[in-house]
């Protein structure tokens, strides 16, 4: 268990819909992290949050966004939803000042777009 | 840019046997790399990094990874490979100026057979 804490496990939606995925950051970590994993894609880094700031920006759609609030947790909306979208959802945290170099991973949020 | 290239989509050993999954480099400066395992249904688990110091770096579950400059390699390896460590690696590198967000390769899945 790595301490990360990612709600829903599985989502199903329709197209052009919208949803909202939550990650709840390892206890001390303030830095949150968005991946999404597809089978052509790969691992892809969309965004990074430090103690409620943006910090960097990856491959994230102007569809999308993010935000970390002030208890730490973050949340990752997806909106006009389309089929290319489904994919699994990661959100990984570190302490944010001290560089250990790892990541620390939750499971994931599944999301299928019909 | 940063980034890693995993070769092989799939390694097959057998049990007992040595690994060695791939990853080549491409980046500037000094480059900070990693190796993930991701299990079946789960988030990424951090194995080692190389960040500075020994060429050979020891991790997690008895794995291992040389670092290679002139080759811009950094290859993951295990002298005795078990069934239970059949999953899918990622390579990957930090990218600069993003926070410690790391840029993954595609992954390569291992398979041991009994």
């Known amino acids: 268990d790595s301490g990360v804490t990612q709600t829903p496990k599985h989502l199903i939606t329709a197209t052009g819909q919208r949803v909202t995925l939550r990650c709840s950051p390892r206890s001390g970590d303030l830095s949150v992290y968005w991946y999404q994993q597809s089978l052509d894609q790969g691992l892809q880094f969309l965004i990074q949050y430090y103690n409620g700031e943006e910090r960097a920006k990856g491959n994230i759609l102007e569809r999308f966004s993010a935000q970390q609030f002030p208890d730490l947790h973050s949340e990752l909306n997806l909106s006009s939803l389309e089929l290319g979208d489904s994919a699994l959802y990661f959100c990984?945290?570190?302490?944010?000042?001290?560089?250990?170099?790892?990541?620390?991973f939750g499971e994931g949020s599944r999301l299928t777009v019909l | 840019a940063q980034s890693v290239a995993q070769p092989e989509d799939q390694v097959n050993v057998a049990e007992g046997n040595p690994l060695t999954v791939k990853c080549t480099y491409s980046v500037s400066g000094n480059p900070y790399l990693f190796w993930y395992v991701q299990y079946p249904n789960r988030g990424l688990q951090f194995l080692l990094k190389?960040?500075?110091?020994?060429?050979l770096v020891k991790g997690s579950y008895g794995f291992e990874a040389e670092f290679n400059k002139s080759q811009t390699s950094f290859h993951l390896k295990k002298p005795s490979a078990l069934v239970s460590d059949s999953a899918l690696y990622f390579c990957?590198?930090?990218?600069?100026?993003?926070?410690?967000?790391?840029?993954f390769g595609k992954g390569t899945s291992l398979l041991v057979t009994p």
């Open positions: 190389y960040i500075t110091g020994d060429n």
């Open positions: 990957a590198v930090r990218l600069s100026n993003s926070g410690y967000a790391l840029n």
């Open positions: 990984a945290s570190t302490a944010g000042l001290v560089d250990t170099g790892e990541l620390f």
